[in-house]
């Protein structure tokens, strides 16, 4: 099955999906996102012509240069086969068939090195269609997707009213079509919970670490610091999730989530300060 097939396949299902009623209105976002699906699929389409054209230029060229190349390697097999015939009684001619065999060796790796070049160009073509079909999937999930407040809300629903698998496949969603709202640190943190409460604290430090290292000025930043040290306690690297709680004192000293800490270490019978060795 070649490109074009696969392309034209795609704008199928795009069109397709396109024409499939909404669970939910049609808001002014997923509008915009049908005109964007529309613009790429006409870039995809001006593209696929402008890649079939050089493609085609591009063959037609290996080709001629694959030509000449059997061509001068059966010239330079009749050359050196004569030579070596000649060789004893024709000195001057034997120079004259060297050089034309070191020019037909020149041409050689010319030609070779212009195919190597037409080959990294065709890699370069088949690297730019396979970023724009991405991108065209990117563009026709989001238009499928419920819009990120919407999805949100709904799995934050599911979360509170307890309902662990609808709400991590919720939360999964948004993260999958909205990662880089501001929301999208909020959802990381629903998942390190669902993971906490279902005592998987590695998996759960995971996500905890996704709020600190992508969303360190976010509302759930501070809890997810807490809670990332009580997962290591419990999976046994007490001294790394003792540092954590500390870290939350040290940098959240008047909030709720360094009252919890001050009162895990006094359990845990120490200080809430480093000592001079740590």
Known sequence: MNRKTIFAGIAFVIA????????????KEIVQLQTQVQALQDQMARMQQSFDERMGVMKNLVEQDTDTVNKLAGTLQALQTTLQKQ????????DQLSGQIQSLNDSMDELKARLTKLSQQLDTLAQTQQTLTQQQQQQQQQAQAPP???LYNNALRDYNAGNAQVAAQEFND?????????????????????AYRQGDFQQAVKFYDQVLQNFPSGAKAAAAELKK????IQLGQKDDG???????????PRSQEATQAREQL????????????E
């Open 16 to 27: 397709l999906c396109l024409g499939l009623p909404r669970a939910w209105g049609v808001s």
């Open 87 to 94: 060789q004893a009684d024709v000195g001057g001619r034997t």
């Open 148 to 150: 990120p407040d919407v």
């Open 174 to 194: 948004y993260i999958k079509y909205y990662p880089n709202t501001d929301l999208a640190g909020n959802v990381f943190f629903y998942l390190a919970e669902l």
């Open 229 to 232: 040290g009580s997962s290591l």
């Open 242 to 252: 003792i540092k954590e709680l500390r870290h939350v004192i040290q940098r959240y």
């Open 266 to 277: 006094r359990k845990l019978g120490v200080s809430s300060r480093p000592t001079g060795g």
